[in-house]
Structure formats: C-alpha cells, structure tokens
C-alpha cells in the first residue's frame, strides 16, 4: 500500500487489511463407466471481498485513511478506500474435466486414454482493480495415454500437457520507470511432453508394495511475444 501526502513524500509500506471476507460454493461429481475408468467434474466459485480496508495514513492530522495507486497518472492518484474490492488474485470462477478410460486389450494388458481440461477466470493482481492488473481467464487441456501390463505391475504413460499451447499469464508487475508505467506480464508454462515409466516390484492386487519408476519430458520452445 502507498500512502498520499499530507504527510510528507510518498512511501510504500505493508499493511493487513482490517477484515476479509470469502464466500464460496465448490461442487464435484464422479462417474465410473467401468471399474477401470473414473471421470471426475467439479466447479468452484468464490466471492472475496475486503470487507474493511483503508488503511490509517500514519501521522495524519486530521485522521486520513486511503492508498494511492502510483502507477496511475498524477491526476488519479487520490487517496482510494479499497473496501468492497476484489482480493488480488483469486479468481470467481474455476471449473474442471479430467479423468481415464480403461480398456480392456483381452490377454495384452489394458489401454487408458485420458485427459483434462481446466478452466481458470480472471482476476486483478492488485487490490487497485485497474485494467493494467487485469490477468485474463484461460483454459488449459491436456492428454495422457497409458498401458499397463496384465499383471498391473508395468505402467508406460504418454502425456502433452498445455496440448493447444494456451498463451497466458500468471502475474503482472507494473512499476514507474522514468515517469511511465511499465507493465511486465508472467506467462505460464508452454506445451511439454513427457513418458513415465513405473513398474510395481509386488503384484498391487495383493496388497502393499513398493514401485520404481523413470520418467523423461521435453519443454517445447518458448513462444515469440509481440
């Protein structure tokens, strides 16, 4: 939080916000085609607010309480109570797909294709609310492909995450430099493929057991910005 005159040049400091509040709701539901598949689908929503949050500018006299957003221009920076808005970076809405299908290869062992897909919505990185912290929303697929032995020992999975190669963001910095804003944007992860190798030194029917595996992966090359 930056605090305004009147008393002296603008500082930053860190300050709690007098009162929080979240509300939520958060919904799943599983499906089982077969006793080799599972298919899961949920939903999350939730509504944070700052309750109370206009924090005390120290020293002030008559008592002030405000923030001022410095990478807005001179104009608007004015002292600002944030109660009511949003808290920084958490989304209203996220919801999901992700699950396997097994398949039965008779005396060569068993198939599962699987997969996801995970939608995350918008949200402000700053309790300010400016469209210059604002992360857009973004959806996320991926696939996956196993086989497993007849005994269920071996496992040999095949994955591609970010299949579609999503460009999106996770955080923006916005700082003044020489007198402007500049905004700076954290992209997530790209596409990456990967193989995992596992196999079970004790028959997992049983029981217990203890399991080795070996996995390698393959980072696609960073996507050019402009």
């Known amino acids: 939080v930056v605090f305004p005159e009147p008393v002296g040049p603008v ?32 939903y999350t929503y939730l509504d944070p607010t ?10 002030s006299n008559p008592p002030v309480c405000g923030a001022v957003d410095i990478t807005a221009p001179d104009a608007e920076q004015v002292p600002q109570d944030l109660s009511g808005n949003q808290i920084p970076r958490t989304p209203q809405h996220k919801a999901s797909i992700y699950g396997y299908y097994g398949i039965a290869l ?12 995970a939608y995350q919505g918008d ?35 095949g ?14 910095n916005v700082a003044v430099i020489g007198g402007s804003a500049a905004r700076t944007l954290s992209y997530g992860a790209d596409r990456f493929y990967s193989v995992v190798l596992r196999y079970r030194l004790r028959d997992p029917r049983v029981g217990g057991g203890v399991s080795i595996g070996v996995s390698c992966g393959v980072d696609m090359p960073p996507p050019t910005w402009s």
Request: proline share 7%; charged share 15%.
């Open 50 to 59: 700052f309750a109370s949050f206009c924090p005390n500018v120290p020293n």
């Open 159 to 172: 994955s591609v995450s970010n299949l579609f190669e999503e460009i999106y963001s996770d955080n923006v």
């Open 11 to 42: 500082y930053q400091t860190f300050v709690n916000a007098e009162k929080a509040v979240i509300k939520g709701a958060e919904l799943q539901t599983t499906w089982q085609p077969n006793d080799r598949s599972n298919i899961v689908l949920s």
């Open 123 to 157: 949200y402000s990185a700053s309790p300010f609310q400016q469209d210059r912290f604002h992360i857009p929303g973004r959806t996320i697929a991926g696939v996956t492909l196993t086989y497993r032995s007849p005994d269920d020992r071996l496992d040999i999975t």
């Open 106 to 117: 008779g005396n060569g062992g068993y198939l599962y294709p699987g997969g996801s897909i």
